[in-house]
């Protein structure tokens, strides 16, 4: 499944539009992996832990969104959109991503 952020893929004729895709994950905060990164927070640099958090929801939503797709017969995605929120006064990290599903040639 090709997925790209682009309204249209050079070289690549659309020859039908499915339409809207979305996949959405929400992932909750560990307490041990909260106080590495409050640690990180005061000494400085990046938080490894909550890196992983964030590749691992955007997989889980990815994954979510080209599976809608290919059920409906699609073999590409347009127009990705991807957002981040933190929800539950910021103790939970949702993902969500939005696209055409369409068949290319």
């Given amino acids: 499944m090709l997925v790209v952020t682009t309204p249209n893929i050079e070289g690549k004729r659309v020859t039908r ?4 895709v979305t996949g959405e994950t929400i992932l909750g905060a560990n307490i041990v992996r909260d106080f590495m990164a409050s640690i990180t927070d005061i000494i400085g640099g990046r938080s490894a ?4 958090s964030l590749k691992e929801a955007k997989r889980i939503a990815m994954d979510e969104m080209m599976n809608e797709a ?3 017969g699609a073999n590409a995605i347009l127009s990705v959109d991807i957002d981040f ?3 539950g006064q910021g103790s939970m990290l949702m993902v969500s991503l939005s696209g ?3 068949v290319i040639e």
């Fill in 17 to 20: 539009y499915i339409g809207l």
């Fill in 49 to 52: 832990a909550y890196e992983e």
């Fill in 70 to 72: 290919a059920a409906q």
């Fill in 85 to 87: 929120e933190t929800v």
């Fill in 100 to 102: 055409t599903a369409v």
